[in-house]
């Protein structure tokens, strides 16, 4: 599909590099990429992201399940978004980070950045679970990003097959109280057993109300001509 990339993120060196997906003439999301990775948990938006189209605005979730041993997907309401701050339309995950930490992607000097920041979360978990984290997330990244998202486990991905993860639209660096949180799949467990990662940030320096301008105008669909 013209005009959209796949960023890989190998967590085990650190190096991220982008990928063209002109060679996949039919590409329609995060979920079908997941079908033919094997690395782990993939992230993203479809080839109609930041247009008007019904549904459009969900963030896609896909990998191995750690519940049933077999691929899962599932979508964050609203959050593709945030995800479209970042100029690619997949991020796919593999590899483990040496100790616990948070990925943040985010958007520098016109590219695509994926930065590795160690956090143990045990404290924070110990004081009020996935729900501390966020907020205290939350404080961390609003002075970097403007419209951005965040996505964090709480302390049952450390030890079952059956973490969830949470997340909340964050609005003048505010976390709202309408919260989304899904257990399907496990796949908080993926993301913290496989990868190491307690959360993942992603934005851009471009506002959510920016953001929601630009899918607004009467701009031509992305990609699609």
């Not at 501390?132 to 030890?159: D, I, K, S, T």
Request: charged share 15%.
């Amino acid at each position: 599909m013209k005009g959209q990339t796949a960023l890989i993120v190998d967590l085990s060196s650190g190096e991220s590099t982008c990928r063209p997906l002109d060679h996949q003439p039919h590409f329609v999301g995060a979920v079908e990429y997941a079908l033919d990775w094997s690395g782990g948990l993939v992230l993203g938006n479809g080839p109609l992201a930041a247009t008007p189209a019904v549904g459009t605005h969900e963030l896609a979730l896909a990998g191995p399940s750690p519940q049933w041993g077999a691929p899962y997907a599932l979508a964050v309401p609203q959050a593709g978004l945030a995800f479209d701050g970042l100029g690619c339309s997949v991020v796919a995950l593999r590899g483990r980070v040496l100790s616990p930490s948070i990925l943040v992607l985010c958007r520098e000097r016109g590219e695509t950045v994926a930065r590795i920041e160690p956090l143990d979360p045990t404290e924070t978990w110990a004081e009020g679970g996935a729900p501390a984290l966020l907020e205290r997330l939350v404080e961390r990244c609003a002075p970097q990003m403007a419209g951005f998202r965040l996505l964090v486990c709480g302390p049952a991905a450390a030890a079952t097959p059956f973490g969830s993860l949470l997340s909340a639209p964050v609005v003048e660096g505010r976390a709202t109280a309408t919260r989304w949180t899904s257990a399907a799949g496990g796949l908080g467990s993926l993301l913290y057993q496989q990868h190491g990662l307690c959360a993942l940030a992603f934005g851009s320096t471009r506002s959510e109300r920016e953001l929601r301008e630009r899918i607004e105008s009467k701009a031509s669909f992305l990609g699609l001509c």
